[in-house]
């Protein structure tokens, strides 16, 4: 008897959030946090349940419990969530809000070959750095110090945002010379939601040299963060 009380009291609570006044622009980023802390977890499905099966108090925000986008609230909004959550992140069934657009990134531009020499202010030439500035929807990140070929055609990167993890798989065009040297390169990631987020990047001379460290770092981005993340290296053409 003690545990069905529990159990009620979770379920309550986890849906103080939900009943209200509606609010039109309630639903932000991807659909299924029903009751607003935040998260996608169990508390939702305890929501949803509660509301379609047990007290059937009303629900402030149709379109995050519409989880599937079929403008209905049933039981494969459930199911949906509880996939998500515990079972295949991989094949989501969760569908964005209304006039969402999903993340995406860009390589704007890039400069060097780079003079080794630095301010001793500066990162130096062995610091392989990731700077960034974060506004609340849009990611500004330089790439400090990457290494390539000293002469390309150009200089590019294939990059993925999945699951709030990025990465970016950077390579050159047309290596046209036996030397290595260092570039910035600027990128730019919009529509960002607040929250936790892995960033990678790959280099075409690191990444496929084995034990040899490719930058990886969590950073939980908020608006008006600035930071960076450095990996120093002490091989060429770093560390000149």
Request: charged residues 20%.
């Amino acid at each position: 008897m003690k545990k069905v009380l529990f159990i009620l009291t979770v379920i309550i609570f986890s849906c103080a959030n939900l009943y209200g006044q509606p609010d039109p622009s309630c639903c932000e980023g991807m659909r299924g946090d029903i009751n607003g802390n935040g998260d996608l977890d169990i508390t939702d499905i305890t929501c949803l349940i509660n509301h379609l099966y047990l007290s059937h108090d009303p629900i402030v925000c149709f379109e995050e419990a519409d989880v599937n986008a079929d403008g209905e609230l049933d039981i494969s909004d459930i199911t949906c969530i509880i996939t998500e959550v515990y079972i295949d992140k991989m094949s989501s069934c969760i569908q964005p809000c209304p006039g969402y657009i999903e993340p995406f990134g860009s390589l704007d531009s890039y400069n060097g070959c780079k003079s080794f020499e630095k301010a001793a202010d500066t990162v130096t030439s062995a610091d392989d750095c990731l700077m960034y500035e974060y506004d609340g929807m849009t990611l500004n990140m330089k790439h400090v110090n990457a290494g390539f070929n000293c002469c390309v055609d150009n200089l590019g990167a294939h990059i993925t945002i999945e699951d709030n993890v990025i990465t970016l798989d950077e390579y050159e065009i047309n290596p046209n010379c036996y030397c290595l040297c260092l570039y910035d390169l600027y990128y730019v990631f919009y529509n960002l939601l607040p929250g936790e987020y892995t960033i990678i990047v790959k280099e075409p001379y690191v990444y496929s040299i084995e034990g040899r460290e490719e930058i990886e770092f969590t950073v939980n981005l908020q608006p008006g963060l600035t930071g960076g993340y450095c990996v120093e290296r002490l091989y060429y053409p770093w560390g000149y």
